[in-house]
């Protein structure tokens, strides 16, 4: 089992930038993969960036491609999602995931096994 908390959502403009982070519990953050996901109102959760547990692979949306970045810190228990360039499509609550299984490129909901509670990311226009 772990936990998962994410913090560093706001109001930012468009154009603008800002760093998500999500602080996992317990002592197996390392055997872990993660993923980053986001839910606007009304519409389904998206697959947004995912994480090897070494930090060695990562995968991205078409959509975020050249202007998020995900990254892991496996001696702080924290993955991180650098976003930039944001655009107003990019509102959403924004999740952390993880799952113990094999590395792939998991891009759906189902695959992933535990869930932060959100963190809101507004961009204005």
């Known amino acids: 089992q772990v936990q998962l908390v994410e913090s560093g959502g706001g109001l930012v403009q468009a154009g603008g930038s800002l760093r998500l982070s999500c602080a996992a519990s317990g002592r197996t953050f390392s055997s872990y993969s993660m993923g980053w996901f986001r839910q606007a109102p009304g519409k389904e959760r998206l697959f947004v960036a995912t994480?090897?547990?070494?930090?060695?692979?990562?995968y991205y949306a078409e959509s975020v491609k050249g202007r998020f970045t995900i990254s892991r810190d496996n001696a702080k228990n924290t993955v991180y999602l650098q976003m930039n360039s944001l655009k107003p499509e990019d509102t959403a609550v924004y999740y952390c995931?993880?799952?113990?299984?094999?590395?792939?490129?998991?891009?759906?909901?189902?695959?992933?096994?535990?869930w932060g509670q959100g963190t809101q990311v507004t961009v204005s226009s």
């Open positions: 995931a993880a799952y113990g299984t094999a590395w792939g490129y998991r891009t759906k909901p189902s695959d992933y096994d535990y």
């Open positions: 994480i090897k547990w070494s930090g060695s692979s990562t």
